[in-house]
């Protein structure tokens, strides 16, 4: 398992977190995602390592920017 945080810039409510969480999660080995708009915190657990650009092209198609914490 590994565990990857980053900070999400744009985020300002729940759908923004789900539309976050829907792209994230069809990568392929993500096991559990934690989205906080609040916060602007992205927390993704895989089974493998996970490539930083997958998750932040991820999070680009929602719509919104990352950088890896």
Do not use: D, N
């Given at each position: 398992?590994?565990?990857n945080e980053y900070r999400?810039?744009?985020m300002t409510?729940?759908?923004c977190e789900?539309?976050?969480r829907e792209e994230v999660s069809e990568i392929a080995g993500v096991e559990d995602i934690s989205v906080s708009a609040e916060s602007g915190s992205?927390?993704?657990?895989a089974?493998?390592?996970l490539d930083d650009a997958t998750?932040?092209?991820a999070v680009e198609e929602a719509g919104y920017s990352a950088v890896r914490v």
């Open positions: 398992m590994t565990t999400v810039t744009g409510c729940a759908h789900m539309s976050v992205l927390v993704v657990t089974s493998s390592e998750v932040l092209a």
